[in-house]
């Protein structure tokens, strides 16, 4: 499992949930990205998108048999609407 929870410090809130310690009970890798040395990623050029200096992807989804993206539905972070926006 690979996380990184953008605003808030992703090893705090992996602990604070459980999950590091669910990783161990289970037997399975949990990856703070945040953590990722500039080795650990891959840069894809921007070909026909929007990034204009193209992107960036984690190894470690190179290697995975399969993955899943959740998305995190919240509100705004000021104003407390909820839009129906999805943050990935």
């Given at each position: 499992?690979?996380?990184r929870s953008g605003m808030e410090?992703?090893?705090?809130?992996?602990?604070?949930?459980?999950?590091?310690?669910?990783?161990?009970?289970?037997?399975?890798?949990?990856?703070?990205?945040?953590?990722?040395?500039?080795?650990?990623?891959?840069?894809?050029?921007r070909g026909k998108t929007h990034?204009?200096?193209?992107?960036?992807?984690?190894?470690?989804?190179?290697?995975?048999?399969?993955?899943?993206?959740?998305?995190?539905?919240?509100?705004?972070?000021?104003?407390?609407?909820?839009?129906?926006?999805?943050?990935?």
């Amino acid at each position: 499992m690979a996380e990184r929870s953008g605003m808030e410090d992703t090893q705090e809130v992996l602990e604070e949930m459980g999950v590091l310690a669910l990783s161990k009970e289970l037997g399975f890798n949990a990856v703070v990205l945040d953590y990722v040395d500039n080795d650990g990623w891959v840069k894809f050029d921007r070909g026909k998108t929007h990034w204009l200096n193209g992107f960036y992807k984690a190894k470690v989804f190179s290697y995975a048999d399969k993955i899943v993206q959740t998305c995190c539905l919240k509100t705004h972070r000021f104003g407390g609407h909820f839009t129906l926006s999805l943050k990935n």
